[in-house]
């Protein structure tokens, strides 16, 4: 926690003076240099980010490209299959900013509940459904987009050790020639939320439910900002460039009051291996490390995170400290959902909030949405298609 000034003096004076970034306290060296002098080397190709781009800046005040357009989409198997709303609601702000973007078909799982959870696995085994998908992309000439800070993580991982060890490199380009698919690394790893981020203020041009009445707390996801810590993105204009600005920037754009709370810095619970086999401590971390001090020191409307796991633990363990009569009972939502729902989303079409666990609905009244008229809506929608009326929902049925 050294690395990080206290409030009171971010709030006096920090964000008052002329910000450097540190960029000698850098642990690591540029990723950038490495991955283009291994393109020289002819170890592997480079996909550039695509134009238009808006440059960033990280940790320590490198420099980041993150694409607007032309963003092929890593899919969170966790996000398909417990939040599905998560997904739908980047795809939907991509569609309602009329950008151009591709679902691939043919996107593999990342596997790193293989290497964070049961060890299974092996690096080259790893490091090869990693380059796998980049190839794919690459392939489409779209790039990269992950969607789990999980995938985020690893993958930045994968990037590192691939820089830094030849063996590795080698039976992984082997393993991918057997496949017919090249050996390909993107010039950045970018996370959906990085996205999110840089479009904030397009999103803030389309709003149309008014969030200044709304507190938020934030989650940051460890993978997102723990993991290979110098490529997250920082911000002098929050926390003074002491906490990643994804989320905050955000919700700070849309209107949201954000307010801090003292275990921001703690793990959502889920933490991999303790969630597949120490269940009851994930739940018990989550609602008493997190959501209880969020909730007694805050009491928000609602907290935002960034990340798969993070949605699910913090959303789906509050059942548990309800069941105790534990001071529970904030709703969680992703950073895509909110930008979504604060430009008109449906809320049950679009951000399918009826898959969450924590009870929403008067968070959805204090918007001013009629939330039993959507959820009608819905109903509606879903009897055409057990009547065979429909196939399936259209992304015109979405915004009806």
């Not at 206290?6 to 970034?21: T, Y």
């Not at 507190?215 to 204009?237: G, Q, R, S």
Request: hydrophobic residues 35%; negative net charge.
């Amino acid at each position: 926690m050294s690395d990080f000034i206290p409030l009171d003096v971010i709030n006096g004076g920090a964000r008052g003076r002329k910000f450097e970034w540190d960029t000698a306290r850098a642990p690591t060296e540029d990723y950038h240099d490495a991955v283009l002098q291994l393109e020289k080397e002819g170890e592997w190709e480079v996909q550039r980010v695509p134009e238009p781009y808006i440059e960033v800046n990280t940790r320590y005040g490198r420099v980041k490209r993150i694409p607007i357009e032309r963003t092929w989409h890593h899919k969170s198997c966790g996000q398909c299959g417990h939040i599905p709303g998560y997904s739908t609601s980047i795809y939907w702000l991509n569609r309602k900013l009329g950008l151009d973007y591709l679902d691939p078909k043919d996107q593999t799982s990342c596997t790193a509940w293989n290497y964070y959870a049961s060890a299974t696995s092996n690096p080259a085994a790893q490091a090869s459904v990693a380059m796998r998908n980049f190839a794919a992309a690459a392939e489409t000439d779209y790039f990269p987009i992950i969607h789990c800070g999980t995938s985020f993580g690893h993958y930045k991982e994968v990037r590192h050790e691939l820089i830094h060890h030849h063996e590795l490199r080698r039976k992984v380009r082997d393993v991918l020639s057997r496949l017919g698919k090249k050996l390909v690394m993107p010039e950045e790893i970018v996370h959906y939320s990085e996205w999110v981020h840089v479009m904030r203020h397009r999103f803030a041009e389309l709003q149309t439910i008014d969030m200044s009445h709304i507190t938020a707390t934030v989650h940051p996801a460890c993978h997102y900002h723990k993991l290979e810590a110098e490529d997250a993105i920082y911000d002098p204009e929050i926390y003074g460039a002491q906490r990643t600005a994804v989320i905050t920037g955000t919700l700070q754009a849309i209107g949201v009051n954000v307010a801090d709370y003292s275990s921001w810095y703690d793990c959502c619970g889920f933490g991999f291996r303790h969630i597949l086999v120490s269940r009851d401590f994930s739940r018990s971390f989550a609602v008493q490390r997190k959501i209880e001090v969020m909730k007694e020191e805050v009491n928000p409307d609602v907290t935002v995170t960034h990340d798969t796991g993070c949605v699910t633990t913090l959303d789906q363990s509050q059942f548990a400290g309800q069941a105790h009569d534990r001071k529970v009972g904030i709703p969680v939502m992703s950073d895509s959902q909110m930008a979504a729902l604060a430009m008109g989303a449906h809320p049950y079409k679009v951000l399918q909030l009826h898959w969450h666990n924590t009870n929403n609905k008067p968070f959805l009244e204090k918007l001013g949405i009629d939330q039993a008229q959507k959820w009608a809506e819905f109903e509606a929608a879903c009897d055409k298609l057990k009547s065979g009326e429909k196939k399936y929902l259209t992304w015109e049925d979405a915004d009806a």
